[in-house]
């Protein structure tokens, strides 16, 4: 236990955020059972330990992260463990990377269920589905979804300024006001490429090549996050892969699931399954119609991120699929998207219709709102595209 301690200390200590995340506003910290999920590369376990420093700080033996990876809990179960540190005094356990370790969900239930005064918060793969596929966990665990950087949290970091977020509401009412406010203070264009390019995942901080290590990070969200979480035999590793390939080459696309099917020598089935765990693993989007879903054929289907586009064809990236990419990022926490009618890309909360544009030199329709690239501040229905990653 003491290790642990030790271990935990130092990595307090020596962990570096340099963006307080939303999220930590948003979860309810008295929850006993929470669960942390988020595609590879956005910093959980760095989430994990800024709580900690912020609510409890170094050497305090209340809370204590541990990371199952650790040969320790090869032999040591999560409740002798948890029971153990609840008996040292321990009232917060930060369990990362759980899903290394078996039967996880069965021994949290039963943390859940005999120490009702310790609290306990895990991290997990964005492809878990922690209460559909684990009814142990059902009636008492909270799941949060952490995201990447949003263009404010960059532009936050990269500024040394403090933006606050706006809702949809907010920037369709008085996006001329909002965008005049900003500019007063930046230029947002000057970082809004870098962003698309390298700004979501918050590694691009470190002394490595982004690229490099971004390609790395995908194809460890295919073997681990969908192999492993999903248990799918290694040997259909290379379908994965190829189907990724051929989806974001397209992207955004009309999957020809049939075609699909053929290119990487399976069932239209199979096909479908791929695109979703893909999806889970937060590599891709699947956008439908309206009142259509899974396992329906999606109308079209987006990378994840825009970051994710640049390393597999750095040279051919398509300008207004970035645009539209990062519209749909942006808006997917808190926003339901379908496939747009009317010539609008988007629709969304059934309400609004959107279309993305890459300057304000458009046929205007009355009846939707465009989200305009190459401009700072807009005018009436016309948006800057930019003031849409300030959404979280």
């Not at 040591?76 to 370790?101: M, N, P, T």
Request: aromatic share 14%; with cysteine.
């Amino acid at each position: 236990m003491e290790t642990f301690y030790r271990t935990h200390n130092y990595l307090i200590e020596h962990t570096y955020s340099p963006v307080r995340r939303l999220l930590m506003d948003e979860i309810n910290w008295n929850d006993r059972l929470i669960g942390i999920k988020g595609s590879r590369g956005v910093g959980k376990t760095t989430f994990l330990l800024e709580y900690a420093r912020e609510f409890f700080g170094k050497d305090n033996r209340e809370c204590l992260y541990i990371n199952l990876n650790h040969f320790y809990f090869t032999e040591c179960s999560i409740v002798d463990f948890a029971a153990e540190f609840r008996a040292k005094g321990g009232k917060v356990l930060l369990i990362d990377q759980v899903f290394k370790y078996p039967d996880w969900s069965k021994e949290l239930r039963y943390c859940y269920d005999h120490f009702p005064d310790l609290h306990i918060v895990f991290s997990g793969s964005s492809v878990m589905r922690l209460k559909e596929e684990n009814p142990d966990l059902s009636g008492c665990v909270v799941s949060y979804n952490l995201r990447g950087f949003s263009f404010r949290e960059y532009l936050n970091l990269m500024a040394k300024i403090s933006f606050p977020v706006y809702s949809l509401d907010e920037i369709l009412a008085d996006h001329m006001l909002i965008a005049e406010s900003i500019c007063s203070k930046i230029k947002p264009m000057a970082f809004f490429h870098d962003y698309l390019h390298h700004g979501y995942y918050p590694f691009f901080l470190e002394k490595r090549n982004f690229s490099e290590n971004l390609l790395k990070t995908m194809n460890m969200m295919l073997e681990v996050d969908v192999l492993y979480i999903k248990q799918i035999e290694q040997s259909y590793l290379p379908k994965l892969r190829k189907l990724l390939y051929l989806l974001a080459i397209s992207a955004p696309c009309a999957p020809n699931i049939s075609q699909l099917s053929k290119d990487i020598e399976t069932s239209r089935a199979t096909v479908m399954n791929y695109i979703k765990y893909l999806t889970d693993a937060r590599l891709t989007n699947m956008l439908y119609n309206k009142d259509e879903a899974f396992p329906k054929k999606p109308a079209k289907v987006y990378m994840h991120n825009t970051n994710l586009m640049y390393p597999i064809r750095p040279s051919d990236v398509n300008p207004q699929a970035v645009r539209e990419t990062f519209f749909y990022n942006m808006l997917h926490k808190g926003h339901k998207l379908n496939l747009g009618i009317k010539n609008a890309h988007f629709q969304v909360d059934g309400t609004y219709s959107f279309r993305i544009e890459e300057s304000l030199r458009v046929k205007n329709n009355a009846e939707m709102y465009y989200a305009i690239d190459k401009t700072e501040i807009g005018e009436g229905n016309m948006v800057p595209l930019w003031l849409f990653g300030f959404l979280y």
